[in-house]
């Protein structure tokens, strides 16, 4: 089956540094997306991405769809501490609601003030 | 942004019992809405697929009988922990698609502790 896989798993910066993440898969997604999920609830959505070489930008977070469709990164510019939090990508084969989601592993982002 | 809600957000039960969560779309109609568990500090892990007015569709390893899901209607779908055991505590997530090309949007979660 598909795998995702997310690196850094976790990762420590100080406030006003900018952070990156990314994911791998090894087969191609029709569409990424990335969440963030705070201690105790569910994720929320931050970005999606629909088309290979998409780069979009929402606020201080910039993502990109690799062109392979097998990539994708998250970029978080001028961190503040309440970037805190689970950063998880997602992979989405079919291009109906109905289609299942794949998840990465997760990085943890601690953001020292 | 589309409204995803989950009730309760915690519970606790016996061993033996059973558990039924509610996840609603709030403003929108979702015919799919999805089930995932999260054991601490992993990933969501989805259990299965509730579609409305037909069989739920369930991961390979997910017992369906273990796990009820049942979608009513275009807002409501439900799931049902029969005879949980503490193997069974976990963050449970529903998510649904507020249109046909549209992406997920995750309910708040229920924490369910089995004693």
């Known amino acids: 089956g598909q795998q995702l896989n997310q690196s850094p798993q976790s990762m420590f910066i100080q406030e006003g540094e900018d952070v990156s993440m990314n994911c791998t898969s090894s087969?191609?997604?029709?569409?990424w997306l990335w969440y963030k999920q705070d201690p105790g609830e569910g994720p929320v959505l931050l970005i999606a991405l629909y088309k290979a070489g998409e780069l979009t930008s929402n606020g201080r977070l910039t993502a990109q769809f690799g062109i392979t469709r097998k990539d994708s990164f998250l970029n978080i510019s001028a961190s503040i501490p309440s970037d805190v939090g689970i950063y998880f990508c997602?992979?989405?084969?079919?291009?109906?609601?109905?289609?299942?989601?794949?998840f990465g592993e997760g990085t943890q982002l601690t953001v020292n003030p | 942004g589309a409204v995803v809600s989950q009730h309760p957000s915690w519970v606790i039960c016996k061993s033996g019992t059973s558990v039924k969560i509610e996840c609603r779309s709030l403003d929108f109609q979702a015919t799919t809405m999805f089930w995932y568990r999260q054991f601490p500090k992993q990933s969501l892990m989805l259990m299965a697929t509730s579609n409305e007015g037909s069989k739920a569709t369930y991961e390979q390893g997910v017992e369906k009988d273990k796990f009820l899901i049942n979608h009513a209607s275009l807002t409501l779908s439900t799931l049902t922990v029969t005879s949980a055991h503490p193997e069974d505590s976990s963050f449970y997530i529903c998510?649904?698609?507020?249109?046909?090309?549209?992406?997920?949007?995750f309910g708040p979660g229920t924490r369910l502790l089995v004693l």
């Open positions: 997602a992979g989405q084969w079919g291009e109906t609601s109905g289609s299942r989601l794949t």
């Open positions: 087969s191609i997604f029709n569409t």
């Open positions: 998510s649904a698609p507020p249109g046909a090309r549209e992406t997920q949007y």
